[in-house]
Structure formats: C-alpha cells, structure tokens
C-alpha cells in the first residue's frame, strides 16, 4: 500500500472517495469538503490548511482521512484551549496539530474511510501511521480523530490513543406515525409546553417553508447567509462559511440539503439550515432578522423532529451542546474523540486528565438522562 498527502481534495476522485462512504454521510461526502476549500472556508484565513491522507494499492483508493493542519483550536467543538495554554505556560509550541475532523462540524461519523472488504486494521493502521509520520515532518504537538464512531473509537483504542467522551443531545424515532404520536410518549409537562410553543409562532402568523438544495433560490442563500453571519457577530464571533459555499452545497448534494426559511407576511426573517445522510437528520446552522417567541424552537427542532418522522429517519442530530434539548425530546448522547500527543511528559498529564474528566462525563449523561420528558417506560 502506498500513502499520499494531499493539500487539495480535488487530488483524488469524487468518485473513488465517495465510494468510501457507505453511509452517505453528507459531511463526509467529496463535495461538501471541496465546498469548504473551493469558497475559502478553510486554508490560511482561518487555520484549516488541508493534508488529507489517502492510502493506495495500485490505482485502489483503500482509505481516506480528512485531515488538516492547524494553527488553532477553533471550529472544531472538541475544545483543548487548556492544552494549549499549558504548552505556553512551560515554553512550548502546541501549534501546529493535526485533526481528522470535518470543520465547524460535530456530527459523528467515520473518521477514517475504509473501501469495503479491504482489511480495516491494516488500513486504519497504515493511515494512522501515516498521520503521526506527518507529525513529526510537521513539527506537530498532537494528532487528533474527532466525532469518531464508537467501534472506530475502540479501534484507536487498541493501537493506544487517549480516549475523550463528550455528550451532545440526539432525538431518536421510535416509530412514531406523527407529531402528536411522538407528543404522547412525552410526559404532560412537556407535551403541553411543546404545544404552547408552537401555537405561539402559529399565532405570530408565522409561516413556514422546507426547501432541499435545488429548490432553494440564489436570493434565498443571500439571505441566509445573511442570517449565519448575523448570529456569529452577534455571539462576537468569526463567520466562517459563506453564501457561494451554500449555493455550492445545495447544487452538489442535492436533497441532502434543507433550508427551512420562516416568513411574516412577505418578508423572510429566519432559516435553519440541515442535511440529511442515511438514516440521520443533522441540524447545522440558525440565524432570524428578530426575535419571535419560539421561533427557534419551531424551525431548528420541531421541524426537524416532522421531518424524520415523515421521511422514516431514525435519528435528528441538532448540533453540540444545549441541555434545553432535553425538553423537547433530545436524549444525552455520548461522543468519542481520540488522541495522540508527541510529548510524554504532556501525553502523561493530558492522559491524568482524560481519565479524571470521562467519569465526570459520564455521570452528567446519567443525571440528564434521568430528566427525561419521556413517559416512564418509553
């Protein structure tokens, strides 16, 4: 087998990669990537330079990783702020590092890609192998799998990365034949403030339109581009996609991309962008031109949680964070990063770390889960 880097996903086949992606997992598909790095959403402006690793025998692509070096720690909801100020307090560089991740993107999935019936140890091994080789050439402090499966997670495991759980909030489909079917697995507290939120935006005379990638105009990505920018500056933060990445997404993924875009009277004042792949809804990005009670709610969860229901998709991923979540049907969901740290001395005190913050991780999961607003039993 043969190992390349590549600095440019265009390098290698949209076919042959996708071929890779047995899920059709949106976030991992060649053309989300090379929207990110046609539009200038990553690269030198904003630390994601790409070095995607891909693994050959012959003309066979038998894996891929996503992979960039970078010199922060932003977009990546894994957060090692602290890592890297310890490497600053005692004299040291934790920049540059690498990452297999999907930028701005905590959706979990695959990280590597391996070309079905080839040997996923030796794959897996040989690009990770690959990636701390291209670490050390580097200069690199760390190398890190974010968002990785939970059987690719003990796979890293056995070849000795540290292991970090995280928990985000996910509604799962128990079949549910509608709306108010899903309403009455929920206790009566809950129920009826879901109900009393979604009267008050009908009641706002607020209406809504679902659009998937194609049926979405040009005017309508300006204006939630708008929208994305406008959260972002408003938390004092750096916008990072932009309207020529989403018109890209939306032609070369097609009705894997929705945009809900929610109007009063004839003027458009909020959208929710999501993508879906296999048997899962993710929820991605919100922005409104006001405040209406329960808007939020309304376009970023119950519409997502109709549209499962609706196209028979078992699960609804909203983002990262946000124990309000579980209000509103989203159960605590544990996430698995992995990592290897160049250092011993750091890798030791990171490693002291990770096994004082997984049972404490562990124990948040449990005590919201027993919070559920699920009828006992369901």
């Known amino acids: 087998m043969n190992l390349e880097v590549h600095e440019s996903i265009d390098d290698i086949s949209a076919l042959q990669w996708n071929a890779l992606n047995p899920d059709d997992d949106p976030f991992l598909r060649h053309e989300f990537l090379a929207a990110l790095e046609h539009n200038g959403c990553v690269g030198s402006r904003f630390g994601w330079h790409p070095r995607h690793l891909a693994v050959w025998d012959g003309e066979r692509l038998m894996g891929v990783a996503p992979l960039y070096e970078k010199d922060n720690s932003y977009g990546e909801f ?6 890297a100020d310890a490497y600053q307090r005692h004299g040291a560089r934790y920049y540059p590092k690498l990452v297999s991740a999907i930028p701005y993107t905590p959706a979990t999935g695959r990280r590597p ?14 690009l990770l192998d690959g990636a701390v080789g291209l670490a050390g050439k580097l200069g690199a402090s760390s190398l890190h799998w974010l968002f990785v499966t939970p059987e690719q997670n003990a796979h890293f495991q056995k070849l000795g990365l540290m292991e970090r759980v995280g928990c985000q909030f996910h509604w799962r489909n128990q079949g549910y034949d509608g709306f108010d079917a899903f309403l009455e697995a929920l206790t009566s507290k809950r129920r009826k403030n879901i109900r009393r939120e979604r009267r008050t935006v009908r009641e706002a005379g607020i209406r809504l339109e679902l659009l998937h990638g194609p049926e ?6 300006e204006r939630f581009a708008y929208f994305y920018a406008k959260t972002f500056r408003e938390r004092y933060s750096l916008p990072t996609l932009n309207e020529a990445f989403f018109k890209e997404v939306g032609q070369t993924l097609g009705r894997q991309v929705i945009l809900i875009l929610a109007h009063a009277g004839a003027e458009c004042v909020a959208g929710a962008l999501l993508y879906r792949g296999g048997p899962v809804l993710y929820g991605r990005h919100w922005g409104c031109l006001r405040d209406y009670d329960g808007l939020h709610f309304e376009v970023c969860y119950y519409q997502g949680i109709e549209y499962c229901i609706r196209e028979g998709l078992q699960r609804f991923e909203p983002g990262a964070q946000g124990e309000h979540k579980i209000w509103r049907g989203f159960m605590p969901t544990l996430t698995y990063s992995d990592h290897w740290i160049a250092h011993p001395g750091f890798r030791a005190a990171i490693g002291e770390f990770l096994d004082k913050e997984k049972p404490a991780m562990l124990d948040y999961a ?10 006992r039993g369901e």
């Open 113 to 126: 890609l391996v070309a079905a019936g080839a040997d996923q140890r030796r794959v897996i091994g040989a």
């Open 366 to 375: 449990q005590t919201l889960a027993e919070s559920s607003p699920y009828r």
């Open 216 to 221: 979405v105009t040009d005017a309508q990505w």
């Open 78 to 83: 894994v957060f090692d702020f602290a890592w």
